[in-house]
């Protein structure tokens, strides 16, 4: 694996500014700068600096699946026939077309692959699960219904051990 020539050490302002924009991504540049304690230009600068060297990958909105209609959240573990590496990236390149499988990790122990779906029904479940089980070299399929998600943070801890 080639090693970053120069690799970003974080600091505590850094630090500060990625727990920032977990927490709220759509503040101003300027309330970042001064709930992280510095001036707007050198607040942006870091802020681009950390894009770039990939610890802050995207922005997004946090949405109500169940208010946009898809009423079931569920969880499938999948195990696969062969964990040869043409089946594991064949598997991987299959689920990625699939709007429904919003999380995909590859895992070590009791099955291959953890997937999170979403669904509009249980008709909608049944199908994609049928798809998965139909799916070549699928050996095992295991869905996993959540009842209720009482906890569901974006990003990471940050706090001034870590890093």
Not at 11 to 22: G, N, S, Y
Not at 29 to 44: D, F, Q
Not at 81 to 100: C, H, I, N, R, Y
């Amino acid at each position: 694996m080639p090693r970053d020539p120069d690799p970003i050490q974080l600091d505590e302002i850094d630090r500060k500014i990625i727990a920032e924009l977990q927490e709220d991504g759509r503040m101003t540049n300027v309330e970042l700068a001064r709930r992280t304690g510095i001036s707007p230009p050198p607040c942006l600068r870091r802020v681009r600096r950390l894009e770039e060297a990939g610890f802050i990958q995207g922005y997004h909105a946090r949405t109500d699946g169940q208010k946009l209609g898809w009423q079931i959240a569920f969880f499938v573990i999948v195990g696969l026939e062969s964990q040869k590496q043409a089946v594991l990236d064949g598997f991987e390149a299959l689920v990625a077309t699939w709007p429904e499988v919003r999380e995909c990790h590859m895992i070590r122990g009791g099955g291959d692959f953890l997937l999170k779906l979403v669904a509009r029904d249980a008709a909608h479940e049944n199908q994609l699960t049928a798809r998965l089980t139909g799916a070549a070299h699928v050996a095992r399929v295991q869905t996993l219904q959540t009842i209720r998600t009482s906890r569901d943070l974006a990003g990471v801890p940050m706090d001034r051990s870590n890093g």
